[in-house]
């Protein structure tokens, strides 16, 4: 197979899927170092790099880091560009303006995150959830809007059957 992007052969091969659809990157050594996509050894894939070349943005060694710092721990944003790990958790904050742009493209421009949720919170939010759905039933029928309020006494009580610990 040969690289997408000179005639040599494609010795590094990236398989992307989103949304459902698979999509594929056969690149060579040469091609791979030039896009910052490898390590100095050949073995070694540069994460970062590859996540941001996948997300369409350009590779870190071209564009220029902020010299922006974390107050708490002291980790310069440049080192978070490098390794793809941040110092402590203050570092959202102090890097805040430059994560989130990051972040939305990773979640699907949906700017939170709606995945799995630690088991030990699981009570506290369906608990906090049935709350909210009996004032909002309480309000409905203050309301005398009878079919919202039978659709939200039928939530409540899928929640109560569903999950009951």
């Known amino acids: 197979m040969k690289c997408q992007f000179c005639p040599n052969p494609a010795t ?14 056969h690149l060579c050594e040469s091609c791979a170092r030039e896009r910052n996509l490898l390590a100095d050894n ?13 997300l369409g943005q350009t590779p870190p060694a071209r564009q220029s880091a902020p010299d922006a710092v974390c107050p708490e721990c002291g980790t310069p944003y440049a080192h978070f560009r490098a390794q793809g790990r941040l110092g402590c958790p203050h570092d959202y904050e102090a890097f805040r303006s430059f994560l989130a742009p990051l972040i939305e493209k990773v979640h699907n421009h949906a700017g939170r995150h709606v995945g799995k949720v630690p088991r030990r919170h699981r009570r506290r939010m369906r608990m906090a959830h049935r709350v909210e ?28 059957a569903d999950h009951e610990p």
Request: aromatic letters at 8%.
């Open 133 to 160: 759905l009996e004032a909002q039933l309480k309000s409905a029928v203050a309301a005398e809007k009878y079919e919202e309020a039978a659709r939200l006494r039928d939530s409540i009580r899928a929640l109560g």
């Open 12 to 25: 590094v091969h990236l398989t992307e899927f989103l949304d459902k659809k698979k999509g594929e990157m």
């Open 42 to 54: 050949a073995e070694a894939i540069n994460v970062p790099a590859l996540f941001q070349f996948m």
